[in-house]
Each structure stands twice: as C-alpha cells, then as structure tokens.
C-alpha cells in the first residue's frame, strides 16, 4: 500500500527523513533551554516567559543576520560544525550593542536535499553558540526545497531576541571628546568580506588543507574560525562600568560602523598598530593586494567588538578583560570633529 508521504518524496521531499532529523536533533536543542522556555521544540511557535522582576522598564531588542558567502567555503571544505557558531554570533553581538542580554534565538536551514548528518553538524554550532550566549535555542524552521539550492548547499538565517532596560539602552549619546576606545580581539576573519576572501584563496593556488603562509594553521581552518560572541565579557563589564559606546565590527569594517553609535560632532581617532593584527589579515592584504584603509573599510582586521568608554575607567576595562582572557588593547581616542570631516580618522 502507498505511504502517504510518496508522491511528495518523489518530488525530492522527504517528510519521514525531516522528522527524524527533527527527533534527533530534540536532545541538542532541549540542552539550551533556559528557564523562560515553557515548549519544547515541534510545536507552531516556541512560548517563552519573561522575568521582568529586576527591570523597571523592559525592552526587547530584536536582529536577524545570515553567514553569507562564509558558507562557500564550509561547501568546499566540508566543514559544517562551526558555521552555526557563526550564525548565532552574528545576531547576538549585534543586540549587545545596546546593551542587550539574549534571551532566545531561532534558526532557518534551506536546503535542496536534506543531508542529516551535515544538518545535525549544522545544529550543533548554533547549540554551541546558544550555550556560550547564555540564550535558549527556542525553535527554527528547516525547509527541503529540490531544485532550488545546488547539491551539498544550503542556507542558513538566525533571528535573536534580547531585552534591557530602557535606563540601561547603549546608544552612544553620552560619547564625549577624551573618551577611549577599547578595542576587543577577534577570533579572525568572522563572517564578513567572504565575497572577496574567496577570490583571493581561489587565485592564490593554496588548499584548504596547506598552511597559512608563516605559521602552523591550515589554511582551510584559519578561513573558516567561528565568530567570537563577546557576551559574556561585555554583560561582566557593564554590571560594574558605564559603557558609552559599543560596535559589532562588521560589513564595513571600522569606517562604516563607528559613526552608527557616534555622535555627529565627534570622531573616532584610530592608531593602526596599538593592536595585533593576525596572521590570516597579513595574508589577506599581501594575497589580495590590498592597502590597509582598504582592509579596515572590509575587514574587522582583529578588532570584532569596540567599546567606548570614560578615560578613567580605561585601564579598569583592560585589566577586567585581561583576567577574562580576552587580548584587548586601547586603540583611540574620541576627539573634536572638524566640520563634515569623516567620522573615524585611522592614523597609519
């Protein structure tokens, strides 16, 4: 007798398959649940429930963020159990920005044809990432779609929901002439400028698995290091320190981020070389034939998180973030803007 499931299976969808990816992944998935999550996973919508007892005034920040291009690469390097770290990464740091603690996140994965064992890789570094963000992994969507990706490719969409206090938002409005910038390091390339990283890798003649020119990295690995989440940290910091200022360096590198959380009559004074610039950068600049303003307009070039904060609090920072493990390094100061001058001025 037919299943009920053959004619959709024969027009490449595979509903038995989906569930029982579903089933496998419900252990993973349950390991993230904090204790606002009141569903587990399968139904139509996840519920949770808000402890608004230490707020006065609550606000949900909300953001959605993909991988981009950096999914090319786990393709042709098979790589799969890092690019949900990655995904979740972006969207919680953006919401930390103002200030935000996580308090769950949801996941789309397309795909042509549903390989399990690629998609459970997948599901494991948003786990991952979950955990390390502290949020609950409260539901997703995943969606088999025949003819509509190429074989062995898929997409991926993340979408995370924080909250804070409206007394406590981060906006940057109180940025003032003197403040410092603190500069926070970046795991490496994270997850933007991957359209021009993989021109350069697929002119340069180097494999995945030969090394990053100077050191004992794969190449392969060093491209394809997940995204650091600096929750943690920052959330430790802003319990004790005011912060001004804080910037997600992402697409548009140091140039276009900045002034986002900037007040006009300001600018960023940045000093190229107050920080360790890593290896992948070095290779990417000499590879590609870039110039260093253009690497700052692209890349995070080892700066991931910014923090702007009073000049007497500087040197509290940088210790605090010493004992936490992270390298972190003054890399400017705010200064008087001049006229319609651009807002972040690198000094080289």
Wanted: hydrophobic fraction near 40%; proline fraction near 3%.
């Amino acid at each position: 007798m037919a299943s009920r499931s053959d004619a959709y299976k024969a027009a490449g969808v595979d509903i038995d398959a989906a569930n029982d990816f579903i089933g496998r992944i419900k252990g993973m998935v349950g390991s993230t649940f904090t204790k606002g999550v009141v569903t587990d996973i399968g139904g139509f919508g996840g519920l949770f429930k808000l402890d608004l007892t230490q707020m006065k005034e609550p606000v949900l920040v909300a953001g959605a963020d993909g991988v981009g291009t950096k999914l090319k690469l786990a393709f042709a390097v098979d790589k799969h159990d890092t690019i949900g770290i990655d995904l979740v990464a972006m969207s919680v740091n953006d919401i930390l920005v103002q200030g935000a603690k996580p308090l769950f996140f949801l996941d789309y994965f397309a795909t042509g044809k549903l390989e399990s064992g690629v998609a459970e890789e997948v599901i494991a570094g948003v786990v991952e990432g979950c955990k390390i963000s502290e949020c609950a992994l409260l539901g997703g969507e995943t969606a088999e779609m025949p003819g509509f990706y190429a074989d062995g490719e898929y997409d991926l969409s993340g979408f995370c929901v924080g909250i804070v206090d409206n007394t406590k938002i981060v906006d940057g409005s109180t940025i003032t002439i003197g403040d410092s910038i603190i500069g926070l390091e970046s795991s490496g390339i994270h997850s933007n400028g991957y359209s021009l990283v993989r021109k350069i890798f697929d002119e340069s003649g180097l494999k995945a698995d030969d090394l990053l020119p100077g050191t004992d990295e794969k190449l392969g690995e060093a491209l394809l290091k997940p995204t650091r989440i600096y929750v943690d940290a920052v959330r430790s910091l802003s319990r004790d320190i005011e912060i001004k200022g804080m910037v997600h360096v992402t697409g548009g590198g140091f140039y276009d981020n900045l002034p986002r959380v900037m007040p006009k009559q300001v600018t960023a004074d940045i000093n190229f070389g107050s920080w360790e610039v890593l290896p992948v950068f070095n290779w990417l600049k000499e590879q590609g034939n870039l110039s260093w303003p253009e690497m700052l307009q692209i890349f995070n070039t080892g700066i991931g998180y910014i923090l702007v904060v009073a000049k007497d609090r500087e040197e509290d920072v940088l210790n605090r973030l010493t004992g936490m493990k992270i390298n972190s390094w003054k890399i400017g100061e705010i200064t008087a803007r001049d006229g319609d001058s651009e807002q972040v001025n690198v000094k080289f």
